[in-house]
Structure formats: C-alpha cells, structure tokens
C-alpha cells in the first residue's frame, strides 16, 4: 500500500469512528429529550414499562398522540423520538434510569 492510499484509509477509518460518536452523542441527547417530554405527565417507570414492547408503527402513534396531548416535543423530533424508542431493548435507555 503506498502512502497516498493508507493516508486516505486513514482518513476514512476517522470520519466513521466521528460519524460513529455523532451518533451515539445523537441517541444520549434523544434520550433525554425522551425523557425530559414524556416525564412531564408520565413516571418514567410508565415509560419504561413499554420500552422493548411497542414496535416502531406503535411508538410512532404513541408519540403523535402525547404531541397531539400537549407533549412538548418539536415535529422536528417526532421520527427520532420515535425511532429512539422502538430502537431500545426491554429496561433500557435514559428514561430507565
């Protein structure tokens, strides 16, 4: 391999591990934002409860209900929150703490 090329996987090998962290930085803010919306009428334990239970179809009705409700979640954040929480296994993420 010369150098140009082992330069440039280099390169590449940074930008993944960065998109990698962006990522799970993205999902530790998402939990919270989770959190922060749904505990203002919920227990989190509430929350919890349903976390690894609802597929994603589900969650998504269930978002859109609690906006509809007066929960305090920019549209903007409907999907991610939605995916957020269809995505976590039963007892786990941030509004299981």
């Known amino acids: 391999m010369t150098f140009r090329k082992a330069r440039y ?9 960065g998109f990698a962290l962006a ?3 993205g999902a530790s803010d998402m939990g919270q934002t989770v959190k ?21 179809a589900a969650w998504k009705a269930t978002v859109a209900r609690m906006v509809q409700k007066g929960a305090q979640l920019p549209a903007n954040q409907i999907d991610a929150a ?4 269809a995505g976590l296994a039963p ?6 703490e």
Not at 82 to 85: F, G, P, Q, R, S
């Open 9 to 17: 996987a280099l390169a590449g090998c940074a930008v993944a591990v």
């Open 23 to 25: 990522g799970m930085a």
């Open 36 to 56: 922060q919306s749904c505990s203002r009428c919920h227990s989190t334990k509430r929350i919890c409860l349903t976390v690894g239970v609802k597929n994603d």
């Open 82 to 85: 939605t995916a957020y929480l």
């Open 91 to 96: 007892g786990t993420g941030t509004v299981c």
